[in-house]
T-cell receptor, first 115, second 113 residues
Framework: AQTVTQSQPEMSVQEAETVTLSCTYD???????LFWYKQPPSRQMILVIR??????QNATENRFSVNFQKAAKSFSLKISDSQLGDTAMYFC????????????FGQGTELSVKP | ETGVTQSPTHLIKTRGQQVTLRCSSQ?????VSWYQQALGQGPQFIFQ???????GRGNFPPRFSGLQFPNYSSELNVNALELDDSALYLC????????????FGPGTRLTVT
């Protein structure tokens, strides 16, 4: 079964500091994608970053980067220079093609950035 | 380019009633997926539509049904509402079937009393 686990329900960080959110997953597929989505209080789910499993290089999008460890099935998100606008729920997600490409989400990590 | 839109923003229904939620996909996107997000949880996949046909379904009962129209917009219908159906319903579109990225709308908050 395809599963996604986020073991940190809540985290907080001081503005301008760095924080890392953890995600582990389980799949028998060899080629796949992984995503991090952000859901602020406005509720709109926003795609933050994606990683393709066949790429060894970790993805980076401005202040957001991932640490992808394929053998360990680990996919963490690092946010550098945290800003107040980063306050949100963060979800790790995995697309499962055997069911129409549905996204399987983790339970989420609620991140609070404090001034 | 217009993003994914959903209507209504929120609504309140009574147990046993029926509800229809609407979604317009992002311009050029032909695949639409629906998710249910209970409070404090990650979204759960309901089903996906591609070219007006269901293209995959999650573990939801048949009283959850959907439609996709020729312009790729979509509806989610829920019959015989139950209290546990109270949730945020999210619509997501993707450029075409098989592409992994899905882009979400702002959601419809449904409360069943």
């Amino acid at each position: 079964a395809q599963t996604v686990t986020q073991s940190q329900p809540e985290m907080s960080v001081q503005e301008a500091e760095t924080v890392t959110l953890s995600c582990t997953y389980d799949t028998s597929e060899s080629n796949y994608y992984l995503f991090w989505y952000k859901q602020p209080p406005s509720r709109q789910m926003i795609l933050v970053i994606r990683q393709e499993a066949y790429k060894q290089q970790n993805a980076t999008e401005n202040r957001f980067s991932v640490n992808f460890q394929k053998a360990a099935k680990s996919f963490s998100l690092k946010i550098s220079d945290s800003q107040l606008g980063d306050t949100a729920m963060y979800f790790c997600a995995f697309p499962y093609y055997n069911q129409g490409g549905k996204l399987i989400f983790g339970q989420g990590t609620e991140l609070s950035v404090k001034p | 380019e217009t993003g994914v839109t959903q209507s209504p923003t929120h609504l309140i229904k009574t147990r046993g009633q029926q509800v229809t939620l609407r979604c317009s996909s992002q311009s050029g996107h032909n695949t639409v997926s629906w998710y249910q997000q209970a409070l404090g949880q990650g979204p759960q996949f309901i089903f996906q539509y591609y070219r007006e046909e269901e293209n995959g379904r999650g573990n939801f009962p048949p009283r959850f049904s959907g439609l996709q129209f020729p312009n790729y917009s979509s509806e989610l219908n829920v019959n015989a509402l139950e209290l546990d159906d109270s949730a945020l319903y999210l619509c997501a579109s993707s450029l075409k079937r098989g592409l992994p990225e899905q882009y979400f709308g702002p959601g419809t908050r449904l409360t069943v009393t």
